[in-house]
């Protein structure tokens, strides 16, 4: 089914949406700095505005991240609606392996759906752990508990996961596939991508990429109680029941946004009657249904609580504020640059025309072994991936008056991308990991050295490679942007100690930080053949 395109209004005004209100609004997100990739408001069914930062499009699905628990939440209301299950059905009632990999375990047996969903199971799950493996109910199911269920709410991806592999052995599809003909076919929304484990169960949790108007469509569809278009998609007690808070959330660890209460897979926000769905870089949809209206962004802001606090300081004057006559501009998301245009090096080229470049395993070796290789993708993309990418080799370079067409390898996948060297980069479409991406290329000459910049246009980030060459030797100097310090954050400490509950382990990791970015991203030594 090809995806359907909501109503343009004439204007933001013409939708009831304050233009001044709108021009403020983006303005401080420029002066602040804020990398947002998209940003859509739409209010009484009508798109108000919409803006692309190029070179990502607004038909490029983008990675959701969080955003996703809130798509697998809309999944267990369907199943609760049909009585496919019950929220108090318990999770080992449902899945039976689980008492076989924790027989003894008590609290095993308390656990409900209710409590996956409303993020209060308990569990304490590492982001360290080996998602390559296909043990991924075993590994939740062996984990510690930080606290027995429904005595306490902790933010943990992995619940929502569960909630998938509970629906996946209930109905016998993929969350996908029961999804398609009750929320995505309805809205008009194309067969998205979503991340899964090695059995084919959605990860639930993150993994999910939908464009910034599908995201919209699903906001504002909650906004409006569960209808579009006059049509009740959506269960409505389902649609109230997620929207609303179900767990305190506020504590010494969970503050700012954080701290107005969890529903069933929604966050809620300040503002009474509102709730937002979010993921990490800042994607957001944020549902005001006493407005009819929905603000949407998709980005790779690493400070989230800034692009909240950026969006809702104008809320609700973006509502209400006075419509007619406005004409101030709103000023637009800028473009990232590519490699500008350099004189070509004609000797380099003929040298290096159709010659291979090989990169034996040496200090990349590490990074695979420790589950962290390096990709022709920033970290960011892939660090919650199943099937990881990584391990480069086997580089081919053909230049043309098109532009250097670079070719490589990675595991089992080969890709090509056609890199603009005249200022302008070209797009291409890629696999890796068993994930379509879409990039955006160029490279240009620094005297001797080739620079290549590959942007994923379906996530955050920049890869950036500097080929230096000295006789048949050959380094590639790997670099990100963002850097991959600046993605774990200047707390570092903090994030680590979030993400890493044994503490000894986390101060180990902290103190050998440095070390592991020159792990994740080593410098390449090769030869040319």
Not at 182 to 191: A, D, H, M, S, V
Not at 371 to 392: E, H, Y
Not at 447 to 471: D, H, M, T
Request: aromatic share 8%.
């Amino acid at each position: 089914m090809p995806a359907s395109r909501m109503p343009r209004a004439e204007s933001p005004a013409a939708a009831g949406v304050s233009q001044k209100s709108l021009a403020d609004m983006m303005r401080g997100v420029l002066d602040e700095g804020l990398e947002l990739h998209s940003v859509m408001v739409v209010r009484h069914g009508q798109v108000a505005y919409a803006d692309t930062r190029a070179p990502y499009g607004p038909r490029d699905p983008h990675a959701l991240f969080s955003v996703s628990k809130s798509i697998a939440s809309l999944a267990v209301g369907f199943a609760v609606a049909e009585g496919l299950f019950r929220l108090e059905d318990t999770v080992a009632g449902l899945l039976h392996e689980l008492r076989g990999y924790a027989p003894g375990d008590e609290l095993l047996a308390l656990l409900t759906v209710e409590h996956l969903i409303a993020m209060r199971a308990g569990k304490v799950t590492s982001i360290l752990t080996d998602r390559t493996k296909k043990q991924w109910v075993r590994d939740f199911v062996l984990s510690e508990w930080g606290h027995a269920p429904g005595e306490g709410w902790r933010y943990c991806s992995e619940n929502t996961y569960l909630a998938c592999a509970v629906i996946r052995r209930v109905t016998g599809e993929s969350v996908t596939d029961f999804l398609m003909p009750r929320l995505f076919e309805p809205l008009g929304i194309e067969r998205p991508y979503w991340e899964h484990d090695g059995r084919g169960v959605e990860a639930g949790g993150w993994g999910l990429y939908l464009t910034t108007e599908d995201l919209a469509k699903i906001a504002y569809c909650c906004a409006c109680g569960g209808v579009y278009e006059g049509r009740q998609v959506i269960p409505a007690a389902w649609a109230q029941a997620a929207c609303q808070k179900q767990s305190e959330t506020a504590s010494d660890e969970y503050g700012g946004m954080a701290a107005n209460g969890y529903g069933y897979g929604f966050w809620m926000n300040e503002l009474p009657g509102s709730c937002r769905m979010d993921g990490m870089f800042s994607q957001f949809a944020l549902i005001f249904p006493e407005y009819d209206a929905c603000l949407v962004t998709t980005g790779g802001e690493i400070d989230m609580q800034a692009v909240y606090t950026a969006v809702m300081r104008h809320v609700p004057a973006l509502f209400t504020g006075v419509y007619d006559g406005e004409t101030r501009e709103i000023p637009r998301l800028p473009a990232y640059a590519p490699l500008e245009e350099a004189p070509r090096n004609p000797a380099m080229e003929r040298r290096l025309q159709g010659r291979c470049l090989r990169f034996p395993p040496g200090a990349r070796q590490l990074g695979k072994a420790m589950g962290i290789p390096m990709s022709m993708m920033p970290a960011a993309v892939f660090f919650m991936s199943a099937d990881k990418a990584g391990g480069i080799d086997r580089v081919h370079l053909r230049f043309s008056a098109e532009g250097l067409k670079f070719s490589w390898s990675e595991g089992p996948e080969r890709n090509t991308v056609l890199c603009g060297m005249d200022g302008r980069a070209r797009k291409c479409k890629i696999t890796l990991g068993g994930v379509p991406f879409t990039l955006a290329c160029s490279a240009a000459w620094d005297g001797n050295e080739l620079l290549l910049r590959l942007r994923c246009l379906n996530s955050i980030g920049e890869r950036r490679l500097r080929l230096r060459f000295q006789g048949r030797a050959v380094r590639m100097i790997p670099g990100s942007e963002p850097a991959l310090r600046t993605v774990i954050g200047g707390d570092a400490e903090s994030f680590i100690k979030s993400t890493v509950p044994n503490e000894l382990l986390a101060k180990l990791i902290n103190a050998a930080l440095d070390k592991i970015i020159l792990i994740a991203e080593p410098v390449h030594v090769g030869i040319i053949r």
